[in-house]
């Protein structure tokens, strides 16, 4: 079946450092791909998205770019911040059903003064 | 501009209770959805509603029952609540497809002892 494979955690960066979160997926369709962010004590928030081959996400300085031939949605940012420290889920939907989005196990990211 | 309001936001029961996790959407949003988040697991849906009067299985339905009551509300119900189901579940509704992206209720924490 679909399935997210993310990078382990926690992540510990300075703040003002370049950010990667690998993210890889399998799907048996072309799947939306979504990178989800949960700040402590809260509910999850759609960062970005991208619904087709070579799409770019973009949104608060953070990007993924959707790879086919690798299926991968690494996210990335040049400069993060303290207030980035959070878990980042990567996920997809299928494109056959749409019904619903798999995630993966999230990973925990705190950024230090 | 509420969006998915979920109650409680905490509860404790022992093992054997019953209770009903209410989940409410204010967006005129068809689909809704119920996951459960556990350490290291990230998200597992239980079940999902596409539209008003469907109900269908996630990856973890034993256990729980659902409940779309209109289009707003979706209920979840636990019958005889075990320690397994100690968790926090989160409810999440999207506008047409789960591939629009999801919007997410703060959540509620369950334990049972």
């Known amino acids: 079946g679909d399935s997210v494979t993310q990078m382990e955690g926690p992540v510990t960066l300075s703040e003002e450092a370049f950010l990667t979160i690998n993210c890889t997926y399998t799907?048996?369709?072309?799947?939306?791909l979504f990178w989800y962010v949960q700040y402590p004590g809260e509910g999850l928030q759609l960062l970005l998205k991208a619904t087709k081959a070579d799409d770019k996400g973009s949104n608060k300085g953070f990007e993924a770019t959707y790879r086919k031939e690798t299926t991968s949605f690494h996210l990335e940012k040049g400069s993060v911040q303290v207030s980035d420290s959070a878990v980042y889920f990567c996920a997809l939907s299928d494109r056959t059903s749409y019904d619903k989005v798999i995630f993966g196990p999230g990973t925990s990211l705190s950024v230090i003064p | 501009n509420a969006g998915v309001t979920q109650t409680p936001k905490f509860q404790v029961l022992k093992t054997g209770q019953s209770m009903t996790l209410q989940c409410a959407q204010d967006?005129?949003?068809?689909?809704m959805y119920w996951y459960r988040q556990d350490p290291g697991m990230g998200l597992r849906l239980i079940y999902y509603s596409a539209s008003e009067g469907t109900t269908d299985k996630g990856e973890v339905p034993n256990g729980y029952n659902v409940s779309r009551l209109n289009k707003r509300e979706f209920s979840l119900r636990l019958e005889s609540a075990a320690p397994s189901q100690t968790s926090v579940y989160f409810c999440?509704?999207?506008?047409?497809?789960?591939?629009?992206?999801?919007?997410f209720g703060s959540g509620t924490r369950l334990t049972v002892v």
């Open positions: 999440a509704s999207s506008a047409e497809k789960a591939n629009y992206g999801y919007t």
């Open positions: 967006m005129n949003h068809n689909s």
């Open positions: 799907a048996t369709g072309y799947p939306s």
